[in-house]
């Protein structure tokens, strides 16, 4: 497995060796030691996984210190554009963000620290999204930035008049009005 820095500093992209043959393929998708080596430790706690169709956009989303959440991201069936957003105050990152192509043929996986919204728009007709994390959800943190902040710039790469939004991600909120991270004590 290759563990690649993206151009965000504590963003990776997580790229597995594929050994395909008639048969099909076999990868690992998650190998810890590497992982830590290369990174640091993360103590997963929880597998999730959504199917949504062509055009869903779901993000940005984040939640607040205690509950912040690391999430290693990767699409099982279909494509979508994963987006990360630095939301860590004092970061000379604030404000910018990270867009990859997840695919069920490229297996590509995203790490998203704690500290960092995510998003991820449907590129093909459905997408099934898997992705573990290493605190639980809460409610009452949880916090939403628009998916088109013109201060984050984001290039969804999709019509707008096309995109399937919920209530929580139209009303989200701008990042000049969000709740931040300190860059220290994510992990405390």
Known sequence: MNIIESPLA?????????????????FESYR??????????????QDNESKSSKGVLRGLHYQLPPF????LVRVIHGTVLDVAV????????FGKHFAI?????NKKQLLIPRGFAHGFL??????IFS????????????????WDDPTIG???????????????????????????????????
């Open 101 to 105: 192509e997840l695919s069920e043929e």
């Open 68 to 71: 912040a959440q690391s999430k």
């Open 32 to 45: 810890e030691d590497l992982l830590t080596k290369a990174v640091r430790k993360f103590h997963w706690v």
């Open 154 to 188: 984001i290039n969804w790469q999709f019509p707008v008049t096309e995109l399937v939004l919920s209530e929580k991600d139209r009303v989200g909120k701008l990042i000049s009005e969000v709740d931040l991270f300190p860059l220290k004590d994510l992990y405390v």
């Open 10 to 26: 504590d963003v990776f992209i997580l790229e597995p060796k594929v050994w395909g043959d008639d048969r099909g393929y076999f």
């Open 131 to 146: 992705y573990k994390v290493d605190n639980y959800y809460s409610k009452e943190s949880e916090r939403s930035i628009l």
């Open 122 to 127: 449907v590129l093909s007709e459905t997408a």
């Open 86 to 93: 630095d939301i860590r105050k004092g970061s000379p990152n």
